[in-house]
């Protein structure tokens, strides 16, 4: 079973930045596929970005353009960098990996 551990989340005001990490252990990381997801309050959880042992990103359309999904294989850690911030991105933020395995999210604050 794989465990995640997300850090990196915090306050910022809005046209801000953060960076979120998501550490793994255990299971073969260079071969999962990682994502990131998130869940305001009230509103169901919401995937944001994959990105694949290949690589290949994708991203909800809302956050195109302003966040980038990353990897690092020899660290076993999948980063979400996040430009441009808006209110509307205030939310827990969920790592999740193949094999169904979710970290126990963060908090992202946007608010002035």
């Known amino acids: 079973q794989v465990q995640l551990v997300e850090s990196g989340g915090g306050l910022v005001q809005p046209g801000g930045s953060l960076r979120l990490s998501c550490a793994a252990s255990?299971?073969?990381?260079?071969?999962?596929?990682m994502a990131w997801y998130r869940q305001a309050p009230g509103k169901l959880r919401e995937w944001v970005a994959t990105?694949?042992?290949?690589?290949?990103?994708n991203y909800v359309d809302s956050v195109k353009g302003r966040f980038t999904i990353s990897r690092d294989n020899a660290k076993k850690t999948v980063y979400l960098q996040m430009n441009a911030l808006k209110p509307e991105d205030t939310a827990v933020y969920y790592c999740?990996?193949?094999?169904?395995?979710w970290g126990q999210g963060t908090q992202v604050t946007v608010s002035s």
């Open positions: 990105i694949t042992s290949t690589t290949t990103t």
């Open positions: 999740w990996c193949t094999g169904n395995s």
């Open positions: 255990g299971g073969i990381f260079s071969i999962s596929t």
